[in-house]
């Protein structure tokens, strides 16, 4: 999403509206460039392949939850688990699907893919493993969001079925940030379709609301050669442990594991990510009404 390096417009308290375009760009923007995502994560693999092994070990098939242009998606079916993937992102899913085309076909026949809102999608088939890998969960801004997904994710699970997913810990440092500092990082080269690239300056500004639990993060680029700078708006919900495990609770599920990293270690004072492991409580599923 190119435009101009500004940061979010400032909103009155409890003010509301029944569309939200700063929520809408927070989450579309940052997945319309696969390029650019496949570069910036590309050193990302501890969740890839712990996520490999659960999804093995499961057997399958799987139900994904993001599953953006294939980061974990791929890796899960060369294992040789089938796999369902979801996501809104148009670009992502064509990014994918031309990865598919150049796969061998035993792979490329394991994946399906479905464009939907997780809120909202219903497959009418259930899976053993659910997985909502690297931060999906954030967008979900309102209790509402997160009760209308775990709906969708309890019914797609087969009575034993697990949850799993991975959230980022609430830094308090980080949501204490001054919005109109810009921090820099290192230059890097954005790439470009004639493969060449860009050199750019990165700038990021963090802006937390701090009622609706969001973090604006307005990721900002500008060409070292000269030209348009442009920025891209991410929008994540700040859910706190204490916050994230009665969510889960009151919406029918149980705790199963909680753990700090993709080690299984236990999470601690130092802890910067949560990776959740829940099941549908069999004592309340009858009684769950579909939302």
């Not at 997945?31 to 650019?36: G, L, R, S, T």
């Not at 999906?136 to 994710?153: G, K, N, P, W």
């Not at 997913?165 to 990082?185: C, G, H, I, K, N």
């Not at 307005?218 to 994230?244: C, D, I, K, N």
């Amino acid at each position: 999403m190119k435009g101009s390096a500004t940061t979010r417009p400032r909103r009155a308290p409890g003010s509301a509206r029944r569309r939200d375009p700063e929520l809408e760009a927070g989450t579309s923007a940052h997945y319309e460039d696969p390029a650019y995502y496949t570069k910036t994560y590309a050193r990302r693999t501890d969740d890839v392949r712990y996520y490999v092994d659960l999804a093995a070990a499961s057997g399958g098939p799987v139900l994904e939850y993001g599953c953006g242009n294939g980061r974990i998606t791929l890796p899960v079916a060369r294992a040789g688990v089938r796999i369902t993937g979801v996501d809104l992102s148009a670009p992502m899913l064509g990014d994918l699907r031309a990865q598919l085309e150049r796969e061998p076909r035993d792979v490329a026949a394991r994946v399906s893919l479905r464009r939907g809102d997780m809120r909202a999608l219903r497959l009418g088939r259930r899976f053993p493993l659910v997985i909502c890998p690297f931060n999906a969960f954030l967008h979900l801004y309102t209790r509402a969001d997160v009760e209308r997904f775990l709906a969708r994710a309890r019914e797609h699970l087969t009575p034993r079925g697990e949850l799993v997913f991975d959230v980022s810990m609430p830094e308090p440092a980080e949501l204490a940030r001054d919005p109109d500092r810009a921090y820099a990082t290192p230059r890097f080269r954005y790439p470009t379709k004639d493969g060449q690239g860009e050199v750019v300056r990165y700038t990021e500004r963090f802006d937390y609301d701090k009622l609706r639990q969001i973090l604006f993060v307005s990721m900002e680029f500008s060409p070292v050669g000269g030209g348009e700078r442009w920025m891209t708006p991410l929008a994540h919900r700040q859910f706190y442990p204490q916050e994230l495990e009665a969510l889960l609770h009151y919406n029918g599920f149980e705790l199963t594991a909680l753990r700090g990293d993709f080690s299984a270690s236990p999470p601690d004072n130092q802890t910067s990510m949560l990776l959740y492991h829940c099941r549908p409580r069999r004592s309340v599923r009858a009684g769950l009404t579909r939302a």
